[in-house]
Each structure stands twice: as structure tokens, then as C-alpha cells.
T-cell receptor, first 115, second 112 residues
Framework: NAGVMQNPRHLVRRRGQEARLRCSPM?????VYWYRQLPEEGLKFMVY????????ESGMPKERFSAEFPKEGPSILRIQQVVRGDSAAYFC?????????????FGPGTRLLVL | GQSLEQPSEVTAVEGAIVQINCTYQ??????LSWYQQHDGGAPTFLSY????GLEETGRFSSFLSRSDSYGYLLLQELQMKDSASYFC?????????????FGAGTRLFVKA
């Protein structure tokens, strides 16, 4: 059973470009969470999605950031018009049950560097 | 507000026991989790406490006191590979959401 997959692992963008990060949850998992981590800091919750639904996006900036988890395909975190402050590691995690957030399985992350 | 506090770093020697503390302040508390993260790696789930007491999983144990809003992770028989960052986390269903709040992490350095 493959784990949580994220791609790309590293992404370099110039200011003003768009960044698109993909996350495929573990097989059988229908709940996805996105986190951002700055160097030497903890993970900051961004958004929690189920298939075709955004359940909690309270940690996601209201501008430039969006997330989706379509019925088919991976979850996508999209950052439009990136700025240097968006440089961070972005992790997604998945869990099998809505209430089982205690056991979240993390992907390897996408390191975004904005030049 | 929601917050978790843990020491920024801890140093211990191989074979020793180390305790990493975590105090939390949150509404709608459902339990305390611990994650390990090696440099450049992804967080890995270690343990979860919903009730007061000690949970043991091999060399790692985790403790929770809900009345004190406090928990700790205990690592025994330390090995060099245990050098990593350790995060405590709580789930907060305030506002009806399912947000997981992570502490800033404790960097553990294991010396030979």
C-alpha cells in the first residue's frame, strides 16, 4: 500500500507565477489536510478537505490560495502570484476516517522556493 | 486562543532517557498527539492520548494529564537515530472545524 504521495518534491517559482502542488492520499483515505512549515517551525494547518468538499479552510489565506480535492485525481493546493514569503515546505496528510485525525499519514512534502 | 508550548531543544546521550514536555491551551480538547520529524523528512505519527495516563509503545511512551493541560513524550534507551524534531499536537473542533494545531517542536540532539 503506497503511502501519501506528493509532487513535485521541489518547486522553484519566480514572484508572480503560479504554484500547483499535488497530493495523492493513501489508498482508501478520503480525508486530506494541507500544512505549511517554515524552517525551524511547526506545521501550520491550512485546509481540510474530503472528496469534493472543503470542510475547514480557516488556516488558509483568503487571497491567492485555493485547494480542491476532486472526485477523481489528487488534491491540489494552488498558490497564485507567489511571493517570497510563500517559500516553505508544504505537507499534505491523509486519514481514513473523519474523526481519526489523531493518526494522520504525511506525504514527503513539496519544498517551494520563490525567487 | 489555541497554543501549545514545548521546549525548543533538548540534548541527551545515547542510552539515556529523555522527557519532552508539552502544555496546551485550547478549546474543545480531544486528545494529544506526538509526531517525529527528521530533518528534511515528513512528520511521522508516534502516539496519541485521549485519556489521562501513560501509553507505552516500545521505547516511546506518552503521558497526558487533562486537568493540568499537560503531556509529555518519554524516549528510553536513546539511539542516535532518535535525533529529530518532536511535535505535540491537538485537535481543536472550535468553530466546528477539524483543525490540528501543532507545537513549534522540540529538537532532540542525541550525543554518543
Amino acid at each position: 500500500n503506497a503511502g501519501v504521495m506528493q509532487n513535485p518534491r521541489h518547486l522553484v517559482r519566480r514572484r508572480g507565477q503560479e504554484a500547483r502542488l499535488r497530493c495523492s492520499p493513501m489508498k482508501g483515505h478520503s480525508h486530506v489536510y494541507w500544512y505549511r512549515q517554515l524552517p525551524e517551525e511547526g506545521l501550520k494547518f491550512m485546509v481540510y478537505l474530503q472528496k469534493e468538499n472543503i470542510i475547514d479552510e480557516s488556516g488558509m489565506p483568503k487571497e491567492r490560495f485555493s485547494a480542491e480535492f476532486p472526485k477523481e485525481g489528487p488534491s491540489i493546493l494552488r498558490i497564485q502570484q507567489v511571493v517570497r514569503g510563500d517559500s516553505a515546505a508544504y505537507f499534505c496528510a491523509s486519514s481514513p476516517l473523519a474523526g481519526d485525525q489523531e493518526t494522520q499519514y504525511f506525504g514527503p512534502g513539496t519544498r517551494l522556493l520563490v525567487l | 486562543g489555541q497554543s501549545l508550548e514545548q521546549p525548543s531543544e533538548v540534548t541527551a546521550v545515547e542510552g539515556a532517557i529523555v522527557q519532552i514536555n508539552c502544555t496546551y491551551q485550547t478549546s474543545g480538547f480531544y486528545g494529544l498527539s506526538w509526531y517525529q520529524q527528521h530533518d528534511g523528512g515528513a512528520p511521522t505519527f508516534l502516539s496519541y492520548n485521549a485519556l489521562d495516563g501513560l501509553e507505552e509503545t516500545g521505547r516511546f511512551s506518552s503521558f497526558l494529564s487533562r486537568s493540568d493541560s499537560y503531556g509529555y513524550l518519554l524516549l528510553q534507551e536513546l539511539q542516535m537515530k532518535d535525533s529529530a524534531s518532536y511535535f505535540c499536537a491537538v485537535r481543536d473542533e472550535n468553530t466546528g472545524g477539524f483543525k490540528t494545531i501543532f507545537g513549534a517542536g522540540t529538537r532532540l540532539f542525541v550525543k554518543a
